[in-house]
T-cell receptor
């Protein structure tokens, strides 16, 4: 199957700093990328959907100014957590999809963010 | 708004047992449904993808069925092994992706 990578896999930062997470589709062009967060012992919650070259669509309750998403190319999307606080500590997972909405999503391995 | 429910939330079985995990969803207008496993602290491993026009998919000891009209899917695991211990997540794709809360499976040796 198609491969999606995330970098970094784990990051620890101080409160108030910004953290950037990269999501790359390695062997296909992703017209759409998705960002999820997962709190301990909970399921994945969709944060936003981004299409290449367009502004991201955020889910209700997700602060667009806090979670900046850029999908500048067909193989790269970035999520920047601005002015991170301890409550932003979570597991962030991206997924990528080529073509139409009926196509399969391929998931990255996730990034563990810990804000001290 | 799509709601995905997985029952049971947790399941513990002895090795070798066959078992069924259930997933129900409220909006039947889905493009596909996917089953994943997630090991503690890890990402998702895709198990089976069923397109909306399909009734089931099989891979090794796993079989997933889909009944769109009733809003149900099941994941059948045959001859369970301790290595099958993980959380199993059901995901529906209706343009937007919705996950269930998962079933945590423990297979005891």
């Amino acid at each position: 199957g198609a491969v999606v990578s995330q970098h970094p896999s784990r990051v620890i930062c101080k409160s108030g700093t910004s953290v950037k997470i990269e999501c790359r589709s390695l062997d296909f062009q992703a017209t759409t990328m998705f960002w999820y967060r997962q709190f301990p012992k909970q399921s994945l919650m969709l944060m936003a959907t981004s299409n290449e070259g367009s502004k991201a669509t955020y889910e209700q309750g997700v602060e667009k100014d806090k979670f900046l998403i850029n999908h500048a190319s067909l193989t790269l999307s970035t999520l920047t957590v601005t002015s991170a606080h301890p409550e932003d500590s979570s597991f962030y997972i991206c997924s990528a999809r080529a073509g139409g909405t009926y196509n399969e999503q391929f998931f990255g391995p996730g990034t563990r963010l810990t804000v001290l | 708004k799509q709601e995905v429910t997985q029952i049971p939330a947790a399941l513990s079985v002895p090795e070798g047992e066959n078992l069924v995990l259930n997933c129900s969803f409220t909006d039947s207008a889905i493009y596909n449904l996917q089953w994943f496993r997630q090991d503690p602290g890890k990402g998702l491993t895709s198990l089976l993808l069923i397109q909306s026009s399909q009734r089931e998919q099989t891979s090794g000891r796993l079989n997933a069925s889909l009944d769109k009209s009733s809003g149900r899917s099941t994941l059948y695991i045959a001859a369970s092994q301790p290595g099958d211990s993980a959380t199993y997540l059901c995901n529906t794709n209706a343009g937007k992706s919705t996950f269930g809360d998962g079933t945590t499976l423990t297979v005891k040796p």
